[in-house]
């Protein structure tokens, strides 16, 4: 399994969560932030571990989403989209990938809008 297969994994699955508001991934920033809620997707992958005993490659790391709200609208709006995120990849198993523990951080206000921290924990191996 490639990184890229695994990054274009994790965005489709996201891409499937419905009622999900615009994502933008790796290399694509909005120049302006939106003025309703939108999605900043990374994968960050872990170094690659090698089982000796019979060559497997086991790849991990955190996909990372981090959730944007207008602000001054509470947080109820953030929590409710990490609680869709959470349903929707907590223990999951797709294209190769297992995934499992989904952690929501404290939220951050900025000027415009109210964000939370989406961490989707993977792992998949390869023989």
């Given amino acids: 399994m490639l990184f ?3 990054s274009n994994a994790l965005e489709q ?4 969560l419905p009622n ?3 994502v933008y991934y790796d290399n694509q920033v909005p120049e302006i932030p939106p003025k309703g809620a939108f999605f900043i997707a990374k ?3 872990k170094p690659t571990i ?4 019979d060559a497997t ?4 790391g955190i996909f990372s989403i981090n ?4 602000a001054g609208t509470g ?3 953030a929590e409710n989209y990490a609680d869709a995120l959470h349903g929707f990849f907590f223990n999951k198993r797709f294209n190769g990938l297992l995934t499992s523990t989904v952690s929501c951080s404290q939220g951050m206000t900025t000027a415009t809008h109210y964000m939370v921290n989406v961490s989707i924990r993977y792992q998949t191996i390869t023989e």
């Fill in 13 to 16: 699955r996201l891409a499937a």
């Fill in 67 to 70: 959730v944007y709200t207008p």
């Fill in 20 to 22: 999900a508001p615009p």
């Fill in 4 to 6: 890229n297969h695994i």
């Fill in 57 to 60: 490659e086991i790849y991990s």
């Fill in 50 to 53: 090698i089982d000796t005993l």
């Fill in 43 to 45: 994968n960050l992958p």
């Fill in 75 to 77: 947080r109820a709006m």
